[in-house]
């Protein structure tokens, strides 16, 4: 058997698995979700959203793209965001880096890689931003990680520009926005204990334009 059809005998087998431990499992799971959490994270397939987690389905709502950025001209984050939001509210907005990104490591190193340069163009401006701090770190490797968490801290702050973020924040509904990186070497999940309110301060000319709330 090659493994496309393994799948399916994968999940007639997890089917089973499911509804010999818990037979109300799929007709539960078929109702309206009501996941507290958005994760926006890489696509990258060594991080699976919910199981670093230790959520199951319907407890998170996942966006995923390649060095999980938040671009805001793109309509497929933006509507993403918006529908987990106004219509599914969630109380947490979390993005999710990794170690080891392909993604971050590509752009720290630009070739022509076609349509994917100009979607990682959003990573190194983030390379721009903070060019100081990550050209003062001689060590290669340490340099990749901290781009890893400065990507992840500027795509929070993408987050927080809709209107839509900010009127649930107001309205008492979202509680936050927050920055996770996963290590791959050890399956730990970090905390960047991102300050937006502060980025948001430190940005509040660039936000102007963009008739921010705060």
Not at 119 to 129: A, E, K, P, Q, S
Not at 155 to 160: A, D, H, K, T
Request: net charge negative.
């Amino acid at each position: 058997m090659d493994r496309y059809q393994q799948v399916f005998e994968n999940n007639k087998q997890w089917i089973s698995e499911k509804t010999t431990s818990d037979p109300d499992f799929f007709a539960r799971l078929s109702k309206d979700q009501q996941p507290d959490f958005l994760y926006i994270g890489c696509s990258d397939s060594r991080v699976p959203a919910n199981e670093i987690m230790g959520l199951g389905p319907g407890e998170v709502f996942v966006h995923r793209n390649v060095a999980n950025i938040v671009d805001n001209n793109d309509m497929n984050v933006q509507a993403v965001i918006q529908y987990a939001v106004e219509y599914l509210e969630v109380k947490y907005i979390v993005v999710c880096g990794h170690y080891g990104c392909g993604g971050i490591k590509a752009a720290m190193n630009p070739t022509d890689m076609g349509l994917l340069s100009g979607w990682l163009h959003n990573v190194t401006d983030v390379y721009r931003l903070h060019y100081d701090e990550l050209t003062a770190l001689t060590d290669e490797t340490q340099r990749y990680r901290r781009l890893v968490e400065l990507n992840v801290a500027e795509q929070c702050l993408n987050v927080i520009k809709a209107a839509y973020v900010q009127k649930s924040i107001l309205e008492n509904k979202l509680i936050g926005i927050y920055g996770w990186v996963y290590d791959l070497h050890d399956g730990q999940l970090i905390d960047l204990e991102v300050d937006v309110k502060s980025m948001v301060t430190k940005n509040k000319d660039i936000l102007a334009k963009q008739s921010f709330l705060y």
